[in-house]
């Protein structure tokens, strides 16, 4: 099946720092990469939409100018969670839309976990 | 109204048993179906597809109904290894949305 490659697995910040998470497919081109963030024995709650060479589309409460998404090429998107702080800890998760036979499918990174001091 | 919807759980079984989960869903242009499990701070990992045939890979197998808009996961002979959180996805054609439910715990126990 096809790779997400997300990185880093951990991250311990101070408060006000930002940080960047990257999501890379490694063996397709990813047109759509969704970004997720869950909170402990929490569903899944999508943050935006991020499709490559345009604006990410964010849901509905979540910051634009807080979370920024960059979707500059088909095979990376990044996550910069900016001024981070003790509430943004949580478990940021990508996914990017499979291509060819797997084009319905949701291919998952393996998740950052973010904890801000 | 969350658009898809499954019991949280969690529903603890011995080894062996048999298990079904639900999940409906309430966006009736939902067009694909899929169950992923996740493990406690992993990434959700493709289970299977759901077909209105039917799907079956091994002790697992999914259904989809249509008509009632709700799709299901059973679980036969049950693995200590089968605990997890296992969440049902309905993805909307056109646009592809993929709407996840918020997950069902399952633990397995001797």
């Known amino acids: 099946g096809a790779v997400v490659s997300q990185h880093p697995s951990w991250v311990i910040c101070k408060s006000g720092t930002s940080v960047k998470i990257e999501c890379r497919s490694l063996?397709?081109?990813?047109?759509?990469m969704f970004w997720y963030r869950q909170f402990p024995k929490q569903s899944l709650m999508l943050m935006a939409t991020s499709n490559e060479g345009s604006k990410a589309t964010y849901e509905q409460g979540v910051e634009k100018d807080k979370f920024l998404i960059n979707h500059a090429s088909l095979t990376l998107s990044t996550l910069t969670v900016t001024s981070a702080h003790p509430e943004d800890s949580s478990f940021y998760i990508c996914?990017?839309?499979?291509?060819?036979?797997?084009?319905?499918?949701?291919?998952f990174g393996s998740g950052t976990q973010l904890s801000v001091l | 109204r969350k658009e898809v919807e499954q019991d949280p759980g969690p529903f603890n079984v011995p080894e062996g048993a048999t298990v079904a989960f639900n999940c409906t869903y309430s966006n009736s242009a939902s067009q694909s179906f899929f169950w992923y499990r996740q493990d406690c701070r992993k990434e959700p990992k493709l289970l299977m597809s759901?077909?209105?045939s039917g799907n079956e890979d091994g002790r697992f197998t999914a259904q989809l109904n249509r008509a009632s808009q709700y799709i299901s996961l059973l679980i036969r002979d049950s693995k200590l290894s089968d605990s997890a959180t296992y969440l049902c996805v309905a993805i909307s054609g056109g646009s592809y949305i993929p709407t996840f439910g918020r997950g069902t715990s399952l633990i397995v126990h001797p």
């Open positions: 996914s990017a839309r499979g291509t060819g036979l797997q084009w319905e499918k949701l291919f």
């Open positions: 063996d397709f081109q990813a047109t759509t």
């Open positions: 759901v077909y209105s």
